[in-house]
């Protein structure tokens, strides 16, 4: 059975920073792109970042994130990373992983087959 565990969560001041992980619990790691994606209050999920398959491999953002989170996927580990820098109150939300049996990132979150439970984020001005 497929899990993605979040982590890392937590409540932040403007300008702050945090890491977000996501333990993985898929034989075949390395074959699995993985996303992020986020839900404010009252909002529809969306999408924030995305990588392929492969470790230092391409990737892709929220124009809203660019420049300030970056995700990363450490295959030896089994772990997603989101590394979330200058962070605003509009971050807020619960952030989600996902994962798919598929080498190349999308933004959708329709083609991710598994998801996490998500963490917290609150950032406060």
């Known amino acids: 059975q497929v899990q993605l565990v979040e982590s890392g969560g937590g409540l932040v001041q403007a300008g702050g920073s945090l890491r977000l992980s996501c333990a993985a619990s898929l034989r075949t790691f390395s074959t699995y792109r993985m996303g992020w994606f986020r839900q404010a209050p009252g909002k529809e999920r969306e999408f924030v970042a995305a990588i392929s398959s492969w470790s230092g491999g391409s990737t892709s953002y929220a124009d809203s994130v660019k420049g300030r989170f970056t995700i990363s996927k450490d295959n030896a580990k089994n772990t997603l990373y989101l590394q979330m820098n200058s962070l605003k109150p509009e971050d807020t939300a619960v952030y989600y992983c996902?994962?798919?049996?598929?080498?190349?990132?999308?933004?959708?979150?329709?083609?991710?087959?598994?998801w996490g439970q998500g963490t917290q984020v609150t950032v406060s001005s």
């Open positions: 996902a994962a798919d049996r598929s080498p190349r990132p999308t933004m959708k979150a329709g083609e991710y087959a598994y």
